[in-house]
């Protein structure tokens, strides 16, 4: 392997650093028109009244959209497939708001003050609801947050509006309440992880102009842009053929701008007006109106035998969607589905549960995607096991996890929403991660079940946890890629691949430059356009190494061919007799040869009848879904009187298969570890009792600094995954999945106390350290 | 933040009756804060140009114009010589350089803040406030009244004091839950202020009087901390209880005790 | 109103109005470098020099930069490359949102620290803030540009 495996530096690299306009808000047309959002500050109410007269004529106001002039298509947000997972229950704007910062009207203006200006003069009447905002009474609750008929789901997923359920789902192998009856230990834990925002650095922006063939032009962050245009088309009631939507760079996502978001008010200004329009969100409005990961409550139970030996795993879930289903059933399906085939071998698991909707800002994807929420219960619950049955954590691990060649029942049981597909594992290094990150961390030296040494205060302890993801959505996602050969021998590698700064054009193409074993200058990479573009599904579900590499070296391979068989017609030789090394075409005996350089140039410009124009086109979609494996440890030293505690190492073992970008798959590690430690131990998303967030700027909403970032240590295991695209699996989501757990467990080894709702603040710590003490 | 007319007086006299003379003026320290704020503004008044941006000494006291950045107080060598560097450290913390070199002393001051870091530390030093039309008023008065006036700089006494400064922060930049000054001069008397209670920082009185009366070992000043949390008040926001601001308070006084007598 | 500055070595007299923040002055003078991700002066990705300093361009009048001189990665190309590329060897640029800004705090840091150690180079550029990278990769590259520019 020359070109992968190899740490390319990242093709757009240079150009984002010296500040090239790259990103939405740069490509806007100066002149455009601003939309605003007129925003709900009512957790939940219904518009009795609203009368924009004053504000339409404000001078600068270009045009102003309530739920009276806007087409009332419902539809869902979330950005996925089709047919979508998610309820249907969204409309553009509707006569009820059902969170604070939900959508009241859309007002264009020519500057941002005078937009704001006219916003306070559209008066509204409302009669306010009682809110729901405590996600464990949502159900049955009298307040009923979607009382209108339209919503609906595109196949069965348990919806019932009426009670406030976006979804529920329950699946069983063996008889999970007999086999915990019978198991000689039994943990039976709740644990909840709370909301937790994207922040990525750039807020979501769009801009829309009308282009010369009068077709809507969509320029948005997102992570989606074919998903995007589908859904552009259903709300606004508008043939598809009509709307082009483009991803330019994106400033961070973290699945935030898989969902959409101005798009829609951009594409109502600009259609109305016919001029170009932008709608970049504030940093409020990130936090406040778009998503946030979803609360979830966590019952589990774990029987075992004495031996440590896994019996039963049960797992009840239920989940806050807030006020719209956007993801709600598969992000809690996730939760289990890539958690509990990691103990593979117990007699009878159990997963089930609820999404409640409640007054609060909707939940979406984010990294991780419910495999975070639910390795917190199942690795903290593992953690509880261990200690109750005085075995080492690790030992425990590595007696009942799961092991290459196995399977899980769950992989074919549970899949998007439905129905999974049935895999054999053919690469997992969990055991070589969890002996290497235990030598890398010293775990047989610190790792102490008790009497630990208490210093000036401080004391010190050290956890562990397991985890897994999966690699795309298999007989679902798909990444199709063309190649197109241009005079002096380089390529174009057209890829619908979204990167969003995960640097995906970077190892597209050196997937691609492997194939065809060129140098990576040669393949010149444009992605993400909804016209120029073959079909991405776009960048979620840990999808594109695995699904779009997949896709770039099938058609790298067929572009090989190509030049391969058209190659040997220009030399007059057999195609079998006729090789391709990635500069010369030429026979096996060397006999006959032409440069690429020179034949590339001769079929576009003086073949006279054989000239022609190379182009190939593939597409793939993934038999199953290899999930990457990493063993996280840390360890943390405790103020014993503060309960303020300090990360001192993380250490993290993958298996991500081959690394195609070390640099790069280190740089997603990295990144991903931070948000996770962030979710551990700093961010919240809160509300005050009346559903405004009190967390809606980075003053109170606290991501880590490079001052919080504890001595980080990754490393991959030297693995190789048949089915992926030289041996690749994906890298994007598995960082972020153990620091909950593993900080849990950490804390749990220094002080003994065990912190069960996240994030693990040093409050939480302390004041639980005085009630053991009482007690 | 609107603001009709933007004005750079020239002479603080001129700043002042602008400020006096004109309804909703506003004076503009470096606007950092100011800029959170919805208010509207008659006449922003920036001091840019009165020559307030200064830190200089004499033979009694330090002297620190309005205008001087908290980055400036933060790197100065004169702010670091004394009081044990009390005044850099409290500040170094507060977001970024990049805002540090925009926030001012008279900001930091006049806003009083109660998660303030820079009015908790100075509480604890012999400070004073010197207003254009007040003249030289006492920390704590100017902290607790209301005045339509200019800060011109504020003068630090020295006089040998030593100082501790302790704060717990979420991040590493974020604001206090909680922050500590404790001063102790020559005779064995202590000042100490507990601020981002989250209210503006206060003294612990009685930890002061029980200070003075003992010996300087570690059990006292685990004792007096114990008595600090016992007396001063605290809330709770969504940053922290009050419950867990008494346990730091009594830590945090007890170990800038122990920092002092070290 | 309007005011008198330098922007990247060019004198300029610009209209502004009095509430306007430099950060969208600057945007709109053609500095698209200058990164617009928070509202409250908390992520530093609109950092810019202002006389040899770093400031937060969305928290800083543009009214008070009357007379002064500003760099924005605009005018700084050959620098910001000099640094950027040990950024993007270490695999530091990923969304590539926070990094003019980030590099401009660099450039800075290297004039005003003399041989900061790993803890000064992080409490030195904590005011700007990155989702994406986790930092690790930041500070191996500046580190290792700080070591080869000796
Ligand atoms: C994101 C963020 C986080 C912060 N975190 C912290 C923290 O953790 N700890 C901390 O201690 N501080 C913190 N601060 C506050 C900061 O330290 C300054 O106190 C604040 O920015 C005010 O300084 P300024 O110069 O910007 O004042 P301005 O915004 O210009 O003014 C603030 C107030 O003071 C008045 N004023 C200014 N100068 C004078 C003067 N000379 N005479 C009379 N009145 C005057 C103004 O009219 C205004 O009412 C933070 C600020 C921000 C923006
Ligand atoms: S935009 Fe975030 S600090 Fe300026
Ligand atoms: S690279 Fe994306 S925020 Fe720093």
């Known amino acids: 392997m020359k070109q992968v495996n190899k740490s390319v530096p990242k093709i757009d690299g240079m150009g984002l650093a010296k500040g090239k306009p790259a990103f939405t808000d740069d490509l806007a047309d100066s002149n455009a028109i601003i939309v605003k959002v007129l925003r709900s500050p009512h957790a939940f109410a219904r518009i009795k009244n609203i009368n924009v007269d004053k504000a339409t004529k404000y001078p600068g106001v270009e045009c102003i959209f309530t739920h009276k002039d806007v087409p009332r298509n419902v539809f869902t947000r979330a950005g996925q497939g ?56 949502a159900e049955n609750n009298k307040s009923v947050i979607h009382p209108e008929k339209e919503p609906y789901t595109m196949f069965p997923m348990g919806f019932d509006a009426s009670k406030n359920i976006a979804c529920t789902y329950d699946m069983h192998v063996g008889d999970v309440d007999e086999v915990l009856k019978n198991s000689e230990v039994v943990i039976d834990k709740t644990y909840y992880t709370q909301a937790q925002a994207h922040v990525a650095i750039e807020t979501h922006s769009s801009t829309a102009y009308i282009d010369h063939y009068e077709r809507l032009n969509i320029i948005t962050s997102t992570q989606t842009p074919v998903h995007l245009r589908r859904i552009i088309g259903e709300a606004l009631g508008m043939p598809i053929n009509k709307i082009r939507v483009v991803k330019p760079r994106v400033g961070g996502a973290f699945g935030g701008k ?24 504030s940093r409020k409005e990130v936090f406040e109106s778009s998503f946030s990961r979803h609360a979830m409550r966590l019952n589990i139970k774990i029987g075992a035998e004495k031996s440590g030996k896994l019996k039963a795993i049960d797992l009840r879930v239920l989940s806050d969607t807030g006020a719209y289903g956007e993801h709600a059933l598969t992000v809690f399906m996730i939760a289990g589905s890539k958690t509990l085939p990691l103990y593979n071998k117990v007699d009878a698991v159990h997963f089930g549960g609820t999404v409640v909707y409640t007054n609060h800002t909707p939940g979406g994807a984010y990294r991780g995607y419910g495999a975070i929420q639910g390795n917190f219960a199942l690795e903290s619950a593992m953690d509880e096991l261990a200690n109750k049955l005085n075995i080492d954590p690790l030992e425990l691990r590595k007696m009942n996890m799961i092991k290459e060649g196995e399977t899980s029942e769950i992989f074919k049981i549970m899949g998007e929403g439905g129905e999974g597909t049935a895999q054999i594992i053919e690469s997992c290094k969990l055991d070589y991660c969890l002996k290497r990150g235990s030598e890398m961390i010293k775990w047989n030296n610190k790792y102490q079940n008790k009497n630990k040494k208490v210093i000036d205060d401080k004391v010190r302890g050290i956890g562990l946890a397991i985890a897994m993801q999966g690699s795309g959505i298999p007989n679902m996602d ?31 193409a050196q997937i691609a430059a492997e194939a065809l074993n060129v140098p990576v200058e040669d393949i010149v ?9 073959p079909f991405d599904c776009g960048a979620y579900a840990s999808s594109t190494t695995f699904v779009s590499g997949n896709g770039v070296k099938k058609t790298a391979e067929k572009m090989k061919n190509l030049i391969i068989s058209e190659g040997a017609k220009h030399l007059k030789i057999d195609v079998s007799d006729t090789i391709f090394d990635g500069k010369i075409i030429k026979s096996k005996d060397g006999e006959n040869s032409i440069s690429l350089k020179e034949i590339s140039k001769g079929w576009l410009y003086n073949y006279g009848q054989a000239q022609k124009q190379l ?54 590690m990295e990144g991903g570890l931070l948000q996770g430690i962030g979710m551990a131990v700093y961010e919240d998303v809160k509300y005050n009792k009346y559903g405004q967030m009190l967390t809606n700027n ?8 490079r001052e919080d970032v504890p001595n980080i240590n990754v490393e991959f295991a030297d693995s190789y995954e048949p089915s992926g695209p030289y041996g690749a699996k994906s890298v994007g989501e598995i960082g972020i999945d153990t620091p909950p757990a593993v900080i849990a467990n950490a804390i749990f080894n220094a002080v003994g106390v065990r912190i069960t709702d996240l994030p693990i603040t040093p409050e939480k710590v302390l004041l639980a350290m005085k009630k053991k003490q009482i007690k | ?121 100075l509480s604890v030093l012999d400070c004073k406030v010197i207003l254009y039309k007040a003249g030289a008023v006492k920390l704590v008065d100017f902290i607790n009244q209301k005045y339509n006036d200019i800060v011109e700089k504020i003068i630090i006494r020295k006089n040998n004091q030593i100082a501790d400064f302790q704060a717990i922060r979420n991040t590493k930049t974020d604001y206090a839950i909680l922050n500590v000054a404790v001063s102790k001069h020559t005779n064995n008397s202590y000042k100490i202020a507990v601020g981002a209670r989250p209210g503006i920082a206060i003294f612990a009185v009685k930890a002061e009087g029980f200070l003075k009366t003992v010996d300087s070992s570690k059990e006292n000043a685990e004792k007096a901390g114990l008595i600090a949390s016992q007396e001063i008040k605290f809330t709770s926001n969504f940053r922290a209880s009050a419950e867990y601001r008494q346990e730091l308070c009594k830590v945090l006084v007890s170990r800038a005790i122990c920092n002092i007598n070290k | 109103m309007k005011i008198k500055l330098k922007i990247n070595n060019q004198d300029k007299i610009i209209d502004i109005r009095p509430d306007e923040m430099l950060l969208e002055v600057l945007r709109k003078n053609g500095c698209l470098s200058v990164k617009h991700g928070c509202d409250t002066g908390s992520c530093g990705a609109c950092t810019v020099l202002l006389d040899e300093k770093p400031i937060l361009s969305c928290s800083y009048l543009a009214a008070k930069a009357e007379g002064h001189s500003i760099i924005t990665v605009e005018g700084a190309q050959k620098k910001v490359e000099q640094i950027s590329k040990y950024l993007v060897d270490e695999g530091g640029v990923q969304c590539g949102f926070c990094i003019p800004g980030l590099v401009l705090t660099v450039m800075s840091m290297e004039k005003e620290l003399n041989n900061p150690s790993e803890e000064e180079i992080t409490h030195y550029l904590s005011g700007n803030l990155c989702r994406c990278t986790g930092y690790s990769s930041h500070t191996r590259a500046i580190k290792k540009y700080l070591e080869e520019k000796k």
């Not at chain 1, 303020?644 to 081959?658: K, M, Q, S, W």
């Open chain 1, 82 to 137: 089709y047919p979508e997972p998610s309820p249907k229950d969204k409309f553009i704007l509707d006569e009820y708001v059902r969170y604070v910062g939900d959508e009241l009207a859309i007002v264009a203006a020519s500057t941002d003050e005078v937009a704001e200006q006219a916003m306070k003069l559209i008066e509204v009447d409302y009669e306010v609801l009682e809110p729901v905002l405590d996600f464990e009474k």
């Open chain 1, 525 to 533: 990479v444009y992605s993400s356009d909804s016209d120029l573009t």
């Open chain 1, 258 to 281: 898989q969902q959409i978001h101005g798009e829609l008010f951009c594409a109502l200004v600009t259609l109305k007006t016919g001029r170009p329009s932008k709608c970049i969100y």
């Open chain 1, 615 to 668: 182009l190939a086109v593939d597409s793939y979609v993934g038999k199953k879904s290899p999930p990457p494996y990493m063993a996280g440890f840390a360890e943390v030293e405790v103020d014993t009187k503060t309960g303020h505690f300090d990360i001192l190492n993380y250490t993290a073992v993958v298996d991500c298969g081959t690394t195609i970008n070390p640099k790069l798959a280190l740089g997603q």
């Open chain 2, 1 to 121: 933040m609107i603001i009709d007319e933007y004005k750079k007086p020239q002479t603080i006299e001129e700043a002042y009756s602008i400020l006096t003379t004109k309804k909703n003026s506003q004076i503009i320290g470096g606007g950092a804060y100011l800029r959170l704020s919805k208010k509207h503004i008659s006449s922003a008044i920036d001091l840019s140009n009165l020559k307030l941006d200064f830190i200089s000494e004499t033979d009694d006291y330090i002297e620190i114009g309005a205008m001087t950045t908290l980055r400036e107080l933060e790197i100065n060598e004169i702010t670091k010589k004394y009081f044990n560097g009390i005044i850099s450290n409290s500040i170094r913390n507060i977001v970024g350089v990049q805002l540090r070199n925009i926030a001012t002393t008279g900001g930091a001051i006049s806003g009083k803040f109660g998660f303030s870091d820079l009015i908790t530390a």
């Open chain 1, 478 to 508: 798909m990444g199709a890629a063309s190649l197109k050969l241009n005079d002096d021998g380089f390529f174009n590698l057209l890829i619908g691949a979204t990167d969003l700064g995960t640097g995906s054009d970077t190892i597209l």
């Open chain 1, 698 to 705: 980075l003053m109170n909403y606290k991501i880590p600094t």
